[in-house]
């Protein structure tokens, strides 16, 4: 991109490329065309005039179109920290009446991830990894998540039956999966097709409950008519009583905590 502006004095001009741009003076190129004169008696003539060029990278990109995104939704004063990670950035979001609206889970943080990680990741095919954040709501949400696991596992482990937690995004189950993986006696797995993926949490040792006809093991069941042509359907291990349970697939590699960061790749 590139674009000439004309002010009174060089460092106007500069200031107008940048408003221009949306970007701070540091990250344009600037060419000095013309400068003003100044005459015999100090007056000075004519304009100053600066070619401008910039380059827009990933996070011109991504933090550009949050903004535009805000704007539309009637968001005023939004700010945008960027701080560098591990191949990308993490962005912190501000602005009237935004930390109101990302909801209980942050849906509108993890929808404006993910959109301004498909704009940015255009440029090439490199992937260049984005996160955002308003006011600590990240690690808010981790302890309440990690407190969940923890209250899960703890009643799993006395009834020996496994127990599935609402559906989460990968994020969020790998935080789930870490805080179960830290207690001993219980495991976790994910299970099912997004965005019905859910993390369930098993005991290492279930036990063996009892049939509801009253089957007990080395005795007999109350209900006669098993006798003939029958039998006994006793529950063992634990079992995922809804179909819905029963469909669901192997776990998928995003589940994975090994080599896996907080965000998922978004592959095209």
């Given at each position: 991109?590139?674009?000439?502006?004309?002010?009174?004095?060089?460092?106007?001009?500069?200031?107008?490329?940048?408003?221009?741009?949306?970007?701070?003076?540091?990250?344009?190129?600037?060419?000095?065309?013309?400068?003003?004169?100044?005459?015999?008696?100090?007056?000075?003539?004519?304009?100053?005039?600066?070619?401008?060029?910039?380059?827009?990278?990933?996070?011109?990109?991504?933090?550009?179109?949050?903004?535009?995104?805000?704007?539309?939704?009637?968001?005023?004063?939004?700010?945008?920290?960027?701080?560098?990670?591990?191949?990308?950035?993490?962005?912190?979001?501000?602005?009237?009446?935004?930390?109101?609206?990302?909801?209980?889970?942050?849906?509108?943080?993890?929808?404006?991830?993910?959109?301004?990680?498909?704009?940015?990741?255009?440029?090439?095919?490199?992937?260049?990894?984005?996160?955002t954040d308003c006011n600590g709501f990240r690690e808010?949400?981790?302890?309440?998540?990690?407190?969940?696991?923890?209250?899960?596992?703890?009643?799993?482990?006395?009834?020996?039956?496994?127990?599935?937690?609402?559906?989460?995004?990968?994020?969020?189950?790998?935080?789930?999966?870490?805080?179960?993986?830290?207690?001993?006696?219980?495991?976790?797995?994910?299970?099912?097709?997004?965005?019905?993926?859910?993390?369930?949490?098993?005991?290492?040792?279930?036990?063996?409950?009892?049939?509801r006809g009253g089957y007990r093991k080395g005795g007999?069941?109350?209900?006669?008519?098993?006798?003939?042509?029958?039998?006994?359907?006793?529950?063992?291990?634990?079992?995922?009583?809804?179909?819905?349970?029963?469909?669901?697939?192997?776990?998928?590699?995003?589940?994975?905590?090994?080599?896996?960061?907080?965000?998922?790749?978004?592959?095209?």
């Open positions: 991109m590139k674009q000439t502006f004309t002010a009174s004095t060089i460092e106007e001009a500069k200031a107008l490329a940048a408003a221009e741009f949306g970007v701070s003076e540091e990250k344009i190129t600037f060419t000095v065309v013309e400068e003003p004169k100044k005459s015999l008696f100090g007056k000075v003539k004519g304009e100053a005039k600066v070619d401008a060029e910039y380059t827009e990278t990933k996070t011109d990109i991504a933090v550009k179109y949050i903004k535009n995104v805000l704007s539309a939704m009637g968001i005023a004063n939004v700010t945008i920290e960027v701080t560098e990670i591990e191949n990308g950035i993490s962005l912190e979001i501000n602005g009237d009446g935004f930390e109101e609206l990302i909801g209980k889970k942050g849906e509108l943080l993890d929808s404006l991830q993910y959109l301004a990680s498909l704009v940015s990741n255009r440029v090439d095919r490199e992937y260049f990894r984005i996160t808010r949400r981790k302890t309440q998540l990690e407190e969940l696991a923890a209250k899960i596992a703890n009643n799993v482990k006395k009834s020996g039956r496994s127990s599935a937690l609402e559906p989460m995004n990968p994020y969020e189950r790998r935080i789930i999966h870490a805080a179960v993986s830290e207690i001993e006696g219980v495991t976790s797995q994910s299970k099912g097709e997004e965005p019905y993926r859910k993390v369930i949490i098993s005991s290492t040792n279930p036990r063996r409950y009892e049939d007999r069941g109350r209900r006669n008519d098993r006798r003939k042509g029958g039998s006994r359907n006793s529950s063992r291990g634990f079992d995922f009583t809804t179909s819905f349970e029963k469909e669901y697939k192997k776990p998928k590699p995003e589940d994975s905590m090994t080599g896996a960061g907080l965000y998922s790749k978004i592959e095209f």
